[in-house]
């Protein structure tokens, strides 16, 4: 099993040149965050968001807040540059046990990351405790 300290170093090496890569699939997007229920007006907890690939849907959406974290610090520097001048946007480099929220969030998105995390079940356990009654917690990965 890889470690936690490994998948920080292999995405930490990545960060700089992650978006090189990115194709979006606006039409799976859309299914997603509809399922998810990000509409306008909600608060998104983006889990994994690397260099907040997710970020501008959730704000085309009118999120009114997305807190977003990565346990890479090359992937949160990235996409803090990315959004230094949004000011509904909030970034953490923690991971799912150490995350600290205000509030709970109405949605928390886990897009392209679940199979990095050593204990998925705890993790999720976790997240659900982060999110509003009656709030969608959504796993996605292609």
Known sequence: ???????????DRLSDRWDEDIVKDYHKINRILDAAKVTKGVRVLDVACGTGVLIPDYLERKADRVIAFDISSGMIEVAGRKFQDIDNVEFQCTDAEHLKLDEPVDCVMINNAFPHFANPVEMVANLEKKKKKGGTLTVAHD
């Open 1 to 11: 099993m890889i470690s936690q300290n490994e998948v920080i170093e292999f995405f």
